[in-house]
């Protein structure tokens, strides 16, 4: 049943939040190390990644298209771990650039499918009761926390090769707790007269919120693919990386929990504005000022806005863009778009920056994608130099 009827089976989402970001712990901050200790340049380490982010660009909307045909949301986020966890065995087998490339696309294919129809399931459970979900979701910081944390001690204690084990291990586990969640109520008959895809993607607030999306994420593929790298090249230990990884999402941790307040009172365009501004002052915090520890902690800090606020802010207009069945294919585009291709040409674009410019230089770009974006929101969402005929305008708050 849904939390409109009263019955939210919150454990059950949370859990498999959980444990989904529980495996991001482990694949952002130490599969670029690990890949490095295996022998591979920077260029290539950030193609391998970037590799993981380019399979959401087709994998999430081809599920959705698939789990909105068939209504099989659940079952579609099932068989995306079971396989994902199935393709990940290829990593211990893999051989050279090639091996590896093969056996991160297997996995990632399916892996990454899995999340956009579980926020699907997620959202049908809710209702009505969207601003809900952050409650939900900061079960899924709360796993990241605790893996970054545990792993970046027992690295430095026993060595890179336990990290693809503990990836496995909580892949399949993954696939165990999406057997523990119930089916969501039956959605509402559609409404034929209710706009398709494409009347949607024609709307100018739905094309400025993807091009945003897209643009945040792009900014950051630098972090997301060489921050571990950046921290241990200025001499930072493992242990220190993996407590650095935590302070930002603990800092996420607490927004998410006040969030249900700030939604109403600043509206979720000026929400999304000020992530986006907040973002760049990030990366340009991470720029300059990466080997000074005092100006690092509150640069992480700021992952509370760049991606607590952004991402809670970000799905939710996406859900009321792409309501009903479009619910998955809305879903998936903000895969594909953001953490698909705007993750991948960010990581391309630091490998390529680190090794023909420096290591920095990764992230003055980040800096300079995020201000694009908060410009675009300002123009086609607040409506600025439209004469106030923006999204927030017109009463989207």
Request: proline letters at 5%; charged letters at 10%; aromatic letters at 14%.
């Amino acid at each position: 049943m849904s939390a409109a009827s009263g019955a939210l089976p919150y454990w059950r989402l949370s859990g498999f939040y959980l444990l989904y970001f529980a495996s991001i712990g482990v694949l952002l901050p130490y599969w670029g190390p690990y890949l490095a200790g295996q022998g591979f340049s920077a260029a290539q380490i950030g193609e391998l990644l970037g590799l993981v982010a380019a399979t959401r660009l087709i994998a999430p909307y081809l599920w959705g298209w698939l789990a909105d045909r068939s209504g099989r949301h659940l079952g579609m986020a099932r068989l995306g771990c079971l396989l994902g966890a199935l393709g990940f065995v290829g990593v211990f087998f893999a051989e050279g650039y090639v091996g590896m490339a093969l056996a991160m696309a297997a996995f990632s294919f399916f892996w990454n499918a899995a999340l956009p129809q579980f926020e699907a399931v997620t959202f049908a459970h809710l209702g009505g009761a969207e601003h809900r979900y952050s409650r939900i979701r900061l079960w899924g910081s709360l796993g990241f926390i605790a893996t970054v944390t545990a792993l970046g001690a027992l690295l430095d204690a026993r060595g890179a090769q336990i990290l693809p084990l503990a990836m496995f291990a909580l892949l399949l586990l993954l696939w165990l707790e999406s057997l523990w969640v119930p089916e969501p109520p039956a959605a509402a008959a559609h409404d034929p007269a209710a706009p398709g895809l494409w009347a949607v993607l024609a709307r100018r607030e739905v094309r400025v919120l993807l091009a945003a999306v897209f643009l945040m994420q792009l900014s950051h593929g630098p972090y997301y693919s060489f921050f571990s790298l950046y921290l241990q090249d200025l001499g930072y230990s493992k242990t220190a990386t993996g407590l650095l990884w935590t302070a930002g999402v603990v800092a996420e941790v607490g927004v998410f929990l006040l969030l249900p307040r700030l939604v109403p009172r600043i509206g979720l365009p000026r929400l999304l504005l000020a992530s986006l501004l907040l973002a760049a002052l990030r990366w340009l915090l991470l720029a300059a000022f990466a080997d000074h520890l005092w100006l690092l902690l509150p640069a992480q800090a700021l992952h509370a806005a760049t991606f607590g606020i952004y991402h809670a802010v970000a799905i939710s207009l996406i859900c009321r863009h792409f309501p009903g069945p479009l619910r998955a294919r809305g879903q998936a585009l903000y895969a594909s778009l953001g953490f698909g291709g705007g993750v991948a040409a960010g990581s391309y674009l630091a490998g390529r920056l680190w090794e023909s410019v420096s290591p920095q230089a990764g992230f003055w770009a980040a800096a300079l994608a995020a201000l694009l974006a908060a410009g675009l929101v300002g123009w086609g969402l607040l409506g600025w130099g439209l004469g106030g005929r923006g999204l927030a305008a017109r009463g989207a708050d």
